[in-house]
């Protein structure tokens, strides 16, 4: 039987990693890219393989998590990529959903290609409670300085090995952090990091290293001799996933931002 035509497409896709043991696909686990998978095979008939642009780790939450697959160029009951979305999402569990469709170029890929990741972390302070945020947001009891944290976070920007913030030993551990930003709304304080790319968990150590510095622990003159990759002092280190979501990946064809730049979110 002859092989259909393809073509290569791009989906951004949504999920709560509450009930995931993360994104990348893993036996005998609930995984964002094997129900991705899993509809997509059984909508086109045939074995479809998705890459993602990152991984996450279970309970890590994306709003703008980008994967790649390739479909019949002709899709079964037509209807062209809007429908194939619809379809999608019809098949798709509740937690996880397509928010957008659209064709790219057969050697568009989702990680190599991406210029930065942006994720967000969320901490509720001083002992508020919103229970229907409890899975997307750290609560906590203390009052953080939050100047501090934002002098810290200041800090941490460029380009360094950030081997201390728990990656196996065996990666390259440089990375380029383009922005750590720390904003405050009343009780709560978000946590933006945009890195070309991250370690495993380094977002969730980098947030518990500044959460150090917002209870007093840590001078934000300090971060420079605790980053020391020589010390891994912060090694296994890590706030719960629950507040972590990847908001987007930035591509060079619909930005212009390059690594002299910083990324607006």
């Given at each position: ?70 479909v019949p160029r002709v899709i079964p009951r037509g209807g062209g990529l809007p429908e194939l979305q619809r379809r999608l999402n ?176």
């Open positions: 039987m002859a092989t259909r035509a393809q073509r290569s497409v791009r989906a951004t896709i949504e999920y709560d990693g509450s009930a995931f043991a993360g994104s990348q696909v893993q036996p005998n686990a609930r995984t964002v890219q094997g129900e991705l998978e899993t509809a997509l095979n059984r909508l086109i008939g045939e074995r479809t393989r998705v890459r993602l642009a990152g991984r996450t780790d279970a309970g890590v939450h994306a709003t703008g998590q980008v994967a790649a697959f390739r019809a098949a798709l569990p509740s937690d996880l959903a397509v928010r957008a469709l659209r064709s790219v170029g057969p050697q568009f890929d989702p990680r190599r290609d991406a210029l930065w990741r942006v994720y967000r972390y969320r901490v509720r302070m001083n002992g508020t409670r919103q229970p229907l945020e409890r899975h997307r947001t750290l609560e906590i009891d203390d009052r953080l300085d939050v100047a501090a944290m934002q002098a810290a976070a200041a800090r941490m920007v460029g380009e360094r090995d950030f081997a201390a913030l728990g990656s196996h030993a065996r990666d390259r551990t440089v990375r380029h952090l383009a922005e750590v930003r720390v904003t405050r709304r009343g009780d709560l304080v978000e946590i933006r990091v945009t890195a070309n790319a991250f370690l495993r968990r380094m977002v969730r150590s980098l947030v518990a290293l500044l959460l150090e510095v917002g209870r007093g622990r840590l001078a934000p003159e300090e971060v420079d001799e605790v980053l020391d990759p020589r010390r891994r002092a912060l090694h296994g280190r890590a706030v719960p996933a629950r507040g972590l979501v990847l908001e987007r990946v930035v591509y060079r064809q619909v930005s212009q931002i390059n690594r002299k730049s910083q990324p607006s979110s």
